[in-house]
């Protein structure tokens, strides 16, 4: 009796470590190894965007000329000075005006309106990669920024991003920006309506607010370095929408390849929170 349960348990463990040594899930990156190249008529990597924007927020005055008395409210107004209005663009909608993708990043003068000058197809760890080459006025201030698609995300799931890079001079980092859909914001469910279909290709109704962020810091590795890292937002940051910025600053260059954001099997799942195990308050998780 004792000798089949034991057996009985070790077939099961063999199972779950044959699940997690073999069945890899598959990539959600579209072209991560990047030897689809470039989508022509896009003008950027297949799968990929570099045609990306930023945003100011105007604050508004009741003294507009002397900028006296702030009302609270602001004006959104992207990089290539089109106004939005008053409720702040999100994530994947595009620029009326120049046609650009708003990240949906932190407020800052860094539009990225050269970005993609900065970008091409070259030579990778394997085949093809992307290249990146920052001049001194890039380096130094915005960097460059390449983003994926939006991808779907499954609350509560975990994940896997691996990434092949290397450097020189430039500092690389590859975040992936997690983000939830607000479904109260009712201002916003209406805006969004009113947006041109050129502006909302994703056909998005709610807002996009951003929970949670993975970091890797590759910092300058000067040949080709693989990175790898599970991560599971905590309960109360669960996200829906998900999408993998590659990112590289200071004057030099930078090259990625086999970019892959897999979900975690259910034993790896298990194996990241039993190395993670987070704060015994469940309040904090
Ligand atoms: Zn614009």
């Not at 995300?153 to 001079?169: H, L, N, Q, V, W």
């Not at 109260?184 to 709610?206: E, F, I």
């Not at 951003?210 to 599971?232: C, G, L, N, Q, Y």
């Amino acid at each position: 009796m004792g000798m089949k349960i034991t057996t009985g348990l070790c077939v099961a463990f063999i199972c779950l470590f044959a699940a997690g040594a073999f069945a890899r899930t598959p990539n959600l990156l579209k072209n991560g190894n990047f030897e689809h190249g470039m989508d022509t008529t896009a003008g950027e990597p297949v799968g990929w965007h570099t045609k990306i924007i930023g945003i100011i927020p105007i604050p508004e005055y009741m003294d507009p000329v002397r900028k006296k008395g702030r009302t609270g409210k602001y004006e959104f107004k992207c990089g290539c000075g089109h106004i939005w209005g008053n409720v702040r663009p999100w994530a994947y909608l595009y620029c009326p005006e120049c046609g650009r993708l708003n990240v949906g990043l932190e407020d800052s003068g860094d539009l990225y309106d050269d970005n993609e000058t900065c970008v091409k197809i070259g030579a990778g760890k394997t085949g093809r990669g992307l290249e990146y080459d920052l001049p001194v006025a890039i380096g130094n201030n915005e960097g460059v920024r390449v983003v994926s698609d939006l991808i779907k995300a499954e609350p509560g799931a975990g994940y896997e991003i691996s990434f092949d890079t290397k450097a020189s001079k430039s500092h690389v980092r590859l975040f992936v920006e997690c983000f939830r859909e607000e479904t109260g914001d009712d201002l916003a469910t209406r805006w969004v309506k009113t947006l041109p279909a050129k502006s909302n290709p994703l056909r998005q109704t709610v807002r996009l607010k951003r929970v949670f962020r993975k970091h890797i810091d590759a910092k300058t590795p000067t040949t080709w370095t693989h990175f790898s890292e599970t991560f599971v937002a905590p309960d109360r940051y669960a996200f829906d929408w998900m999408y993998v910025s590659l990112y590289a600053y200071l004057p030099g260059e930078a090259a990625f390849d086999n970019v892959v954001l897999r979900k975690l099997t259910p034993a790896e799942l298990a194996a990241h929170r039993s190395a993670n195990p987070g704060p015994k308050d469940k309040r904090l998780r």
